[in-house]
């Protein structure tokens, strides 16, 4: 498909963004149809034929077993992985549009993973920026913004402080304002507060529900936590790479 000019005037995580803003507006979030994956040449089958569809503005448990498919397909939605069969749209947008995923990913999605996977030579600030490269933004705005982001999240006096000297709560709290900080629509976390005591895992949740609701994002959130799961608007429980 040949992208029209102003399309290709765009930077390339920037592409399709209208169209997701516009699904996003409409109230479609996620939309997953017959997704199936299967690993070792096919012998695990991980998805077996999964159907989702999430509101836009909605925050979502995934819940279930270990092995039950739930990190595949928070993998799939979040454009980090490709099913084998199945479609995917997201803010009506086909995910076969979105590519290459990573610039699209980094400019439109944020994604909090259970281990912080923060870059330990850089520090707070400069890891928090990572997502903005893709963005036309001025220094000052890039840097205005990752100060409002860690004032949000009480890490301002850490912002120069490489990433391997922070404790195990402050790296997965600075991954949360890196998943934050290009204002994403679509958010993504992977057992966010399985390797953080339950004091901060709280303090975490409490900032993803926040941006939710502030913003109108939609969550995707796997977790084997209860108490987590009953946070959200709806939990589905999977099982054999099935929705029950």
Avoid: Y
Avoid at 24 to 38: E, M, N, P
Avoid at 102 to 108: C, I, K, S, Y
Avoid at 124 to 131: D, F, G, R, W
Wanted: glycine share 10%; proline share 5%; with cysteine.
């Amino acid at each position: 498909m040949n992208a029209d000019p102003q399309t290709r005037s765009k930077p390339d995580g920037e592409r399709e963004a209208s169209a997701l803003e516009a699904g996003v507006r409409r109230g479609i979030a996620v939309v997953a149809r017959g997704l199936r994956k299967s690993f070792d040449g096919g012998l695990v089958r991980a998805l077996d034929g999964v159907d989702l569809n999430v509101r836009a503005g909605e925050t979502v448990a995934l819940s279930g077993p270990t092995g039950c498919g739930k990190t595949t397909l928070l993998s799939l939605l979040a454009l980090l992985d490709e099913p084998d069969e199945g479609e995917l749209e997201l803010g009506g947008v086909p995910a076969t549009r979105l590519r290459p995923a990573e610039p699209w990913r980094a400019a439109n999605v944020g994604i909090v993973f259970q281990l912080h996977h923060l870059l330990p030579h850089l520090t707070v600030a400069e890891n928090v920026a990572l997502p903005l490269a893709v963005r036309t933004l001025s220094r000052r705005d890039r840097r205005d913004r990752v100060a409002g982001m860690l004032d949000r999240l009480a890490l301002c006096h850490r912002a120069d402080t490489l990433a391997a000297k922070l404790s195990g709560g402050e790296r997965q709290l600075a991954a949360v304002a890196r998943a934050l900080i290009a204002r994403p629509a679509l958010l993504f976390a992977d057992e966010p507060t399985g390797s953080v005591d339950s004091a901060t895992g709280q303090v975490i949740l409490d900032h993803l529900l926040g941006w939710c609701r502030d913003t109108g994002a939609t969550l995707v959130l796997v977790t084997h936590d209860a108490a987590i799961a009953g946070a959200m608007d709806r939990t589905i429980t999977m099982r054999d790479g099935r929705m029950r």
